[in-house]
């Protein structure tokens, strides 16, 4: 079974200085992974996805996220924090099933808080 | 391009009353999902439908919660009767075709269940 692990359940940058989120995936597939932001009493945005094509993905808002299969992990960082940043940041796995469909498969969420 | 559209926004109930969510998914797109967000947790998947055939409800109390996406467009989804720990944000996803790995999230419906 596919899985992911967000390392951190709270990350605190100040603003100007780089982010760094931390996922780590089990899966037996080559599989395709999402970063996904949620800000307060919003719904969930898609930053990025690999999808087995280049291993350095660039999403929206400055960031992107490495793919490296060594490691099984796909961390999300951006140069330069802002405080819009500020928000929930959701890793997820996408899980084929026999049925020809995909089954989103969710880490617990990392929450970013950006300093003044 | 519309995105996902859910309505209410948020909504108040006392255990024992119905509520019911509705969503229309973005223009075109085939696969309709709806998730529950419990405070802290990431979302859990509810039932997928494709069209308006459900293809994954494993995860959907059925002896409370029922979906239906008639037309093969919008979709409602209803709790009867609701309990305390039915409190979260339900959201509503979209993708293209069954095959498609990429979900599009609406603004969610908080529920609050005094």
């Known amino acids: 079974a596919q899985s992911v692990t967000q390392l951190d359940s709270h990350v605190s940058v100040s603003e100007g200085t780089p982010v760094l989120l931390r996922c780590n995936y089990s899966s037996s597939y080559s599989p395709s992974l999402f970063w996904y932001v949620q800000h307060p009493n919003k719904g969930l945005q898609l930053l990025l996805k690999?999808?087995?094509?280049?291993?350095l993905v660039k999403g929206i808002n400055g960031f992107e996220a490495e793919f490296k299969k060594s490691e099984t992990s796909f961390h999300l960082t951006k140069p330069s924090a802002h405080m819009s940043d500020a928000a929930e940041y959701f890793c997820?796995?996408?899980?084929?099933?026999?049925?020809?469909?995909?089954?989103?498969?969710f880490g617990t969420g990392t929450r970013l808080k950006v300093l003044a | 391009e519309a995105g996902v559209a859910q309505s209410p926004r948020y909504k108040i109930i006392e255990k024992r009353q119905s509520v019911a969510f509705w969503c229309n998914p973005i223009s075109g797109h085939a696969t309709l999902y709806w998730y529950q967000q419990i405070l802290g947790q990431g979302p859990k998947l509810l039932i997928q439908f494709q069209n308006n055939g459900v293809v994954d409800d494993s995860q959907l109390p059925k002896d409370r919660f029922s979906a239906e996406r008639l037309k093969g467009v919008d979709s409602t989804l209803k709790i009867q009767p609701a309990k305390l720990e039915d409190s979260a944000v339900y959201l509503c996803a979209s993708s293209l075709r069954l095959a498609e790995e990429t979900q599009y999230f609406g603004p969610g419906t908080r529920l609050l269940v005094l």
């Open positions: 690999y999808t087995s094509a280049a291993t």
């Open positions: 997820v796995v996408s899980d084929p099933r026999t049925s020809g469909t995909y089954k989103y498969i």
